[in-house]
């Protein structure tokens, strides 16, 4: 089985998807019901759907319990939060306590709630070069991003004995980006954004989903061992290359 995180959308959904597709049994989480749909019309027999919010215990309970006791092989943390085009000024502390909750504390409480089924596991962190690049004018993005990957290397040395795996996808076209190519404030980050839109270089969900799947199946240890992250736009990290 396969835990993923933000399945309800964009990469989550994609990486869901593509599991399912290869026959793999996939415990989605979402916070909608309704975000099932999709997932459940296409390949509902080997699709276990968890509503949880997991920027909460209790939804982190949920999960555990709707996957405790089976053989786990990993974990795709890419649940996401919609954290809001804007400069330094405009961020909101309640709101940054919540997006920290949903990239940083929510799968360190996922990890820790599964150590006991994590042999061999392989963990992903959807990962972005926002955490050391500032992304101004959306620099609530590159904070939050920052805590994360800085989370995702704490757990590949202490989090023994996981496979930790951490994925730049790049530009991809989610409900997230959207909103910054839909956003009307004029800032050095939605310009890059909507040019990148504009030469057709956002990449889908679904190309995202495939490369993913790729790593968590067809990846060898050695793979594993040789990367620090993997790098969709680099031709070289493609595991069946």
Request: aromatic fraction near 6%; include cysteine.
């Amino acid at each position: 089985m396969y835990i993923v995180t933000g399945a309800s959308s964009g990469i989550g959904q994609a990486i869901a998807l593509e599991l399912l597709a290869r026959g793999e049994v996939v415990l989605a989480v979402a916070r909608r019901e309704d975000a099932f749909t999709a997932l459940e019309h296409i390949h509902s027999h080997n699709l276990i759907g968890v509503q949880a919010d997991v920027s909460h215990q209790d939804g982190i309970e949920r999960i555990y319990r709707a996957a405790s006791g089976q053989p786990l092989k990993g974990i795709v943390h890419s649940a996401g939060s919609s954290i809001p085009v804007g400069d330094y000024a405009s961020v909101s502390p309640e709101n940054l306590v919540h997006d920290m909750a949903v990239h940083v504390a929510a799968p360190m409480a996922l990890n820790n709630r599964f150590s006991n089924q994590l042999e061999q596991a392989r963990i992903v962190y959807i990962d972005s070069y926002s955490a050391s690049d500032l992304r101004v004018g959306w620099c609530g993005y590159s904070i939050v991003k920052a805590a994360a990957q800085m989370a995702a290397k704490a757990a590949k040395v202490e989090l023994a004995p996981a496979e930790i795996v951490r994925v730049f996808p790049g530009g991809v076209r989610t409900p997230l980006v959207e909103a910054v190519l839909d956003s009307a404030t004029d800032s050095p980050t939605s310009a890059i954004f909507k040019a990148l839109d504009a030469a057709g270089k956002l990449v889908q969900p679904i190309q995202v989903g495939r490369f993913v799947a790729d790593i968590l199946l067809h990846a060898t240890v050695e793979q594993l061992a040789a990367r620090d992250f993997w790098d969709i736009s680099n031709t070289a990290d493609n595991p069946v290359r």
